[in-house]
């Protein structure tokens, strides 16, 4: 009888002993991902590659990128959760924004460091950035895409392979305009949360970041477009983040430090490229790069081939694959990736039914039941038929979808699928699907035949 007793009293003593002191921080949140720490950080690392190639990223060696680096790493020490190798680079770009790629690269234009009229202003943009960081949010965001999007369903469950690879072979990536460095406004709230605890244990105001964010907000026009879409304003955010700020012990706030007055000095004199100018460069890269014309989503006539571990195919000489050749992969022209999504192209993969005895006819209508689950858009059109693939027994299947596409009115085009399966020795089975809008669809149509026509299974 007195054993219980005992054990309430104590845990009445712990409980009362861990929430005494009013200092409690934020704990960073958990969701479903894909993605292991590692495979995060390489994705990061993937994508930083490419902004440095998109975007006009100061060297390391100029003084502002220093300061920036000195200042994101003081406030990177106070972070919570996993020790990511956090790293910070300022973009040459007018407009005000910043975003943070997966596992620690964090950017930082050079207009927003002009507009911050304190240092605890700007601090607070990277502490923001950092916590997006800490939480995972883009890996986050990218997880539940795949998990969400075409033949993934299907994948997630049944194939090993890296998930970055499944990322590329999806179509998807992080990096410049990717639609995962786009936060919802549950992230917002919560990267300001955390980055108002961030702000607090590096010494500065966390109050200062609200008034940044409203300040950013309240100029508004073409110069804050881009941050107000990657970081949309949840409401409220003054008040909660001085609420969160309220049950932290006051204390004496960091005041400018002089490098940050030499730096505001430097950047006043400063010319950086608008938007507008880096996407001219941009354009005129492409036009005299080899790859031909940017709209181009033509099948050459001349082929090569892809050596996959399940089979070799054939497919036109100016198409990339994309992917994983150990499981699934995406065979698209250069332009037909776009979005975050593939318009035109064909994705190849596994299929393992879930009875293992179930033949092909059966085989492919679970197939097709669990393409259509998680794509609720997708009809059939006419009925399934039996073909042969290179001597080998298929089903083909006509699908109509909705494009990633739209026309110049803006409305969303209609998109053709063909799905294609074959039989593999041990039962399961390899399925196409073929992508294109539908007014596009014959002109590609040869050259998805030829691709079939050239399967050879191992
Ligand atoms: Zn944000």
Same mark, same amino acid.
């Given at each position: 009888?007195?054993?219980?007793?005992?054990?309430?009293?104590?845990? %009445?003593?712990?409980?009362?002993?861990?929430?005494?002191?009013?200092?409690?921080? %934020?704990?960073?949140?958990?969701?479903?991902?894909?993605?292991?720490? $590692?495979?995060?950080?390489?994705?990061?690392?993937?994508?930083?590659?490419?902004?440095?190639?998109?975007?006009? &990223?100061?060297?390391?060696?100029?003084?502002?990128?220093?300061? %920036?680096?000195?200042?994101?790493?003081?406030? *990177?020490?106070?972070?919570?959760?996993? +020790?990511?190798?956090?790293?910070?680079?300022?973009?040459?770009?007018?407009?005000?924004?910043?975003?943070?790629?997966?596992?620690?690269?964090?950017?930082?234009?050079?207009?927003?460091?002009?507009?911050?009229?304190?240092?605890?202003?700007l601090?607070g943009?990277?502490?923001?950035?950092?916590?997006?960081?800490?939480?995972?949010?883009?890996?986050?965001?990218?997880?539940?895409?795949?998990?969400?999007?075409?033949?993934?369903?299907?994948?997630?469950?049944?194939?090993?392979?890296?998930?970055?690879?499944?990322?590329a072979?999806?179509?998807?990536?992080?990096?410049?305009?990717?639609y995962?460095?786009?936060?919802?406004?549950?992230?917002?709230?919560?990267?300001?949360?955390?980055?108002?605890?961030?702000?607090?244990?590096?010494?500065?105001?966390?109050?200062?970041? *609200?008034?940044?964010?409203? +300040?950013? $907000?309240?100029?508004?026009g073409?110069?804050?477009?881009?941050?107000l879409?990657?970081?949309?304003?949840?409401?409220?955010?003054?008040?909660?983040?001085?609420?969160?700020? *309220?049950?932290?012990?006051?204390?004496?706030?960091?005041?400018?430090?002089?490098?940050?007055?030499?730096?505001? $000095?430097? @950047?006043?004199?400063? +010319?950086?490229?608008?938007?507008?100018?880096?996407?001219?460069?941009?354009?005129?890269?492409?036009?005299?790069?080899?790859?031909?014309?940017?709209?181009? %989503?033509?099948?050459?006539?001349?082929? $090569?081939?892809?050596?996959?571990?399940?089979y070799?195919?054939?497919?036109?000489q100016?198409?990339?694959v994309?992917?994983d050749?150990?499981?699934?992969?995406?065979?698209?022209?250069?332009?037909?990736?776009?979005?975050?999504?593939?318009?035109?192209?064909?994705?190849i993969?596994?299929?393992?039914?879930?009875?293992?005895?179930?033949?092909?006819?059966?085989?492919?209508?679970?197939?097709?039941?669990?393409?259509?689950q998680?794509?609720?858009?997708?009809?059939?059109?006419?009925?399934?038929?039996?073909?042969? @693939?290179?001597?080998?027994?298929?089903?083909?299947?006509?699908?109509?979808?909705?494009?990633?596409?739209?026309?110049?009115?803006?409305?969303?085009?209609?998109?053709?699928?063909?799905? &294609?399966?074959?039989?593999?020795?041990?039962?399961?089975?390899?399925?196409?699907?073929?992508?294109?809008?539908? +007014?596009?669809?014959?002109?590609?149509?040869?050259?998805?035949?030829?691709?079939?026509?050239?399967?050879?299974?191992?």
């Amino acid at each position: 009888m007195m054993r219980p007793v005992g054990w309430m009293i104590l845990a %009445v003593a712990v409980v009362s002993s861990l929430t005494l002191p009013s200092e409690a921080r %934020v704990e960073p949140t958990h969701g479903f991902n894909m993605f292991s720490t $590692q495979e995060e950080v390489q994705a990061g690392q993937q994508a930083s590659g490419d902004v440095s190639k998109q975007l006009p &990223v100061l060297p390391d060696s100029s003084p502002v990128t220093q300061y %920036v680096q000195r200042l994101g790493a003081q406030l *990177a020490s106070h972070a919570p959760g996993e +020790k990511w190798p956090y790293n910070f680079h300022v973009v040459n770009q007018k407009e005000i924004n910043a975003f943070a790629l997966p596992g620690g690269p964090i950017y930082v234009n050079l207009g927003t460091i002009q507009a911050a009229d304190s240092e605890a202003q700007l601090a607070g943009v990277i502490a923001h950035e950092i916590s997006h960081v800490v939480q995972r949010h883009g890996t986050r965001a990218a997880s539940k895409q795949m998990a969400a999007q075409l033949p993934l369903a299907i994948l997630g469950g049944m194939m090993g392979g890296s998930v970055l690879g499944r990322m590329a072979s999806m179509g998807l990536s992080f990096g410049v305009g990717s639609y995962f460095l786009k936060n919802s406004r549950q992230s917002e709230k919560e990267a300001d949360l955390l980055g108002t605890d961030i702000m607090y244990d590096s010494g500065y105001n966390p109050r200062a970041m *609200a008034q940044f964010f409203a +300040k950013i $907000q309240a100029q508004g026009g073409s110069n804050t477009l881009q941050f107000l879409s990657d970081h949309p304003d949840p409401g409220n955010r003054a008040q909660y983040v001085s609420q969160e700020a *309220a049950t932290l012990p006051a204390k004496k706030y960091r005041t400018d430090s002089p490098e940050f007055a030499e730096i505001k $000095q430097q @950047v006043g004199g400063m +010319k950086p490229l608008t938007a507008e100018q880096i996407a001219a460069g941009q354009k005129q890269a492409a036009a005299s790069s080899s790859e031909g014309p940017t709209n181009d %989503v033509t099948a050459s006539g001349s082929l $090569q081939t892809l050596d996959h571990s399940d089979y070799t195919i054939s497919y036109p000489q100016n198409w990339r694959v994309l992917g994983d050749q150990n499981s699934a992969v995406t065979i698209a022209p250069l332009n037909g990736v776009t979005q975050n999504a593939v318009s035109y192209g064909a994705m190849i993969s596994p299929y393992q039914p879930e009875n293992p005895n179930t033949r092909l006819d059966q085989a492919t209508h679970e197939l097709l039941a669990s393409i259509r689950q998680s794509n609720p858009d997708l009809r059939q059109i006419g009925n399934d038929e039996n073909i042969r @693939v290179n001597g080998v027994a298929g089903k083909s299947v006509d699908l109509i979808g909705k494009s990633p596409l739209q026309d110049q009115a803006g409305r969303t085009l209609e998109e053709r699928d063909w799905l &294609v399966t074959v039989e593999r020795r041990d039962g399961s089975l390899l399925y196409f699907v073929f992508i294109a809008p539908d +007014k596009d669809f014959g002109s590609l149509r040869p050259a998805f035949e030829q691709m079939l026509k050239s399967l050879r299974l191992k």
